[in-house]
């Protein structure tokens, strides 16, 4: 059994050509359900701050416009996932089995990413001699 998991939340974009990455946080969970409420948390977070309420008072009018109805719908994908319990319980399986799981989504410039693997499978990994080659 895989007892603690590593999270973290990417945005990557392009800048002056080059794809850059900003990270958006992570966490290092000391139980599958806090992994699995994490990521849920961290995509509601993505959701809200691409589509905000605009009847929100912090809003000046018209500050918000829609967006091309050829532009994916990022806070869509993510709020359904956070609603998809076949999907979690997948997840959760991936995560139990010690799978690094990927979830990730993008628009026309940008690509979300939310990431979780197990701290114990990344020991076995570091460790195994199975995975070095000698070189020369």
Do not use: K
């Amino acid at each position: 059994m895989h007892d603690e998991f590593q999270c973290h939340v990417t945005a990557y974009g392009t800048c002056g050509g080059q794809r850059i990455g900003v990270p958006l946080g992570s966490y290092r969970a000391p139980t599958l359900a806090l992994a699995l409420w994490w990521l849920r948390d961290r995509a509601s977070w993505i959701a809200e701050r691409l589509d905000p309420h605009p009847e929100a008072v912090h809003y000046p009018p018209s500050a918000l416009v829609p967006v091309s109805a050829t532009v994916p719908d990022v806070p869509s994908v993510l709020r359904a996932w956070c609603a998809d319990d076949v999907q979690q319980d997948l997840v959760a399986e991936q995560l139990a089995a010690g799978r690094l799981i990927r979830i990730a989504t993008n628009d026309d410039t940008t690509e979300y990413e939310l990431l979780a693997e197990s701290v114990d499978a990344l020991r076995m990994q570091r460790t195994s001699p199975g995975l070095f080659m000698p070189v020369g």
